[in-house]
């Protein structure tokens, strides 16, 4: 049985850059890994593959949404190590529901039998908020991951998804593993105190700390994993995701969340130094 991610955080946190080098981390283990977007500007996998692909919602409308005329090799692409991917899609901006899309993706995983054929499977999955479509991966994660800054927008973003992901478990398996770090820099100054004063007060930690670094956003634009890079601080830059794998491919400690409500985290936000 696969071990199924459900990454989440606040939008433009980094969630697909550091899902996609999670995943490459993944396969540069060893592991036989799935990543599927679900976003509808379906550019989750772009480092991985180098180009944005085809669409579940692309190949559905070819099939007239005919889902049993489907076939794995129409949706999916293999990039970088092997990665294997998928891009959920969605319909254009303004006319449709994006979470309807992704509970669609989650249905054709079971018609495949996806869920039996990897090590590893990570959704990467757009909202702060999470409603019903976009919620649909938990249903089927075993750990959700938080990507989260040091600041008060993304803590706040995050605290709902610990809150999403705390009643997703009285009824699935689900259950949180931590939070990752995103754009660390600590030589300006910028360390992780609010986020890890925020992460013992939901009853979890910070697992992961990814730095600020130029390269990662170039990589980005390339539509490269950071190994494809060239640089001085190449090494510095995978080490975090190297390390992430690894953790989370041994069978880590999770929990249940216990968010604050809305109110209370503005009035504790506050407080902290």
């Known amino acids: 049985m696969s071990v199924v991610l459900a990454v989440y955080g606040k939008g433009g946190i980094g969630k697909s850059t550091t899902s996609a080098n999670l995943s490459a981390a993944f396969a540069q283990k060893g592991a036989k890994v799935l990543q599927i977007g679900c976003d509808p500007k379906h550019d989750s996998t772009f480092p991985l593959t180098g180009t944005l692909q085809n669409t579940v919602i692309d190949v559905l409308n070819e099939f007239d949404f005919h889902h049993e005329e489907i076939e794995p090799e129409d949706v999916i692409h293999t990039g970088f190590g092997g990665v294997d991917t998928l891009e959920s899609g969605g319909p254009p901006a303004g006319s449709g529901c994006g979470g309807y899309v992704v509970g669609e993706t989650v249905k054709l995983l079971h018609q495949f039998g996806l ?7 990570v959704f990467d999955v757009l909202g702060d908020v999470v409603c019903g479509g976009f919620s649909a991966p938990l249903n089927y994660a075993d750990l959700g991951l938080i990507i989260a800054c040091n600041d008060f927008d993304s803590i706040f973003a995050a605290n709902r998804l610990c809150l999403a992901i705390s009643q997703k478990s009285a009824r699935h398996k689900v259950k949180l593993a931590g939070i990752i770090a995103n754009r660390v820099d600590y030589e300006h100054g910028g360390g992780i105190g609010l986020l890890e004063q925020f992460a013992e007060r939901v009853n979890t930690s910070v697992i992961a700390e990814v730095p600020y670094h130029d390269l990662i956003r170039r990589s980005r634009l390339a539509g490269k994993t950071l190994w494809e890079m060239e640089g001085p601080d190449q090494a510095q830059c995978t080490a975090p995701f190297e390390r992430l794998a690894e953790y989370l491919l041994n069978h880590p400690p999770t929990t249940v969340p216990e ?9 504790a936000i506050g407080g902290w130094k």
Do not use: A, G, N, S
């Open 259 to 267: 968010p604050y409500h809305d109110r209370q985290i503005f009035e």
């Open 115 to 121: 869920y039996d054929k990897y090590d590893v499977i």
